[in-house]
């Protein structure tokens, strides 16, 4: 019986740049950067308050990943265009944690707005990814 997820995946085209986004822009935790026997960088994040999961942040460009060069086309194709897309982010506050965010210099894809199920801003992690921060509704 499968009891919980630990890790989830990430493509991004610089991983560098997704540190700088995850850690010192969102306030994750950083559980592994290491490097494989293969070459591949292990970069794991996680949100502050939940440390059992973790977001591998994956560079398929870079050695270790053994994609092909149609797959590595097509993956530059989608995260040169942001089209990944990636999840829903929570926060209490949506208006707040926009206000604090953009102050880092968080790029919006929208603006906080109000929707059927609460009030939502969508960023962008500058490496492919975004995501829905989403504030939801009292019950």
Same mark, same amino acid.
């Given at each position: 019986?499968? $009891?919980?997820?630990?890790?989830?995946?990430?493509?991004?085209?610089? =991983?560098?740049?997704?540190?700088?986004?995850?850690?010192?822009? +969102?306030?994750?935790?950083v559980n592994?950067?290491? $490097?494989?026997?293969?070459?591949?960088? %292990? *970069?794991?994040?996680?949100?502050? @308050? =939940?440390?059992?999961?973790?977001?591998?942040? +994956?560079?398929?460009?870079?050695?270790?990943?053994? &994609?092909?060069?149609?797959?590595?086309?097509a993956f530059?194709? *989608? *995260?040169d265009k942001?089209?990944?897309?990636?999840?829903?982010?929570? $926060?209490?506050?949506?208006?707040? $944690?926009?206000?604090?965010?953009?102050?880092?210099?968080?790029?919006?894809?929208?603006?906080?707005?109000? =929707?059927? &199920?609460?009030?939502?801003?969508?960023?962008? @992690?500058?490496?492919?990814? %975004?995501?829905?921060?989403?504030?939801?509704?009292?019950?």
């Amino acid at each position: 019986m499968i $009891t919980k997820i630990s890790h989830a995946s990430l493509f991004v085209n610089d =991983q560098e740049k997704a540190h700088d986004f995850y850690v010192t822009k +969102l306030g994750f935790t950083v559980n592994t950067d290491a $490097t494989m026997p293969n070459g591949l960088r %292990w *970069l794991t994040v996680s949100p502050p @308050d =939940q440390p059992d999961i973790e977001i591998s942040l +994956l560079n398929p460009f870079s050695s270790g990943m053994s &994609y092909d060069d149609e797959s590595k086309a097509a993956f530059k194709v *989608l *995260l040169d265009k942001g089209a990944m897309g990636a999840g829903v982010l929570y $926060t209490p506050d949506c208006r707040a $944690t926009y206000e604090e965010l953009k102050s880092k210099g968080v790029v919006f894809k929208s603006e906080p707005k109000e =929707q059927f &199920y609460g009030v939502e801003a969508v960023i962008t @992690d500058g490496c492919g990814n %975004w995501f829905s921060m989403t504030q939801t509704k009292e019950h």
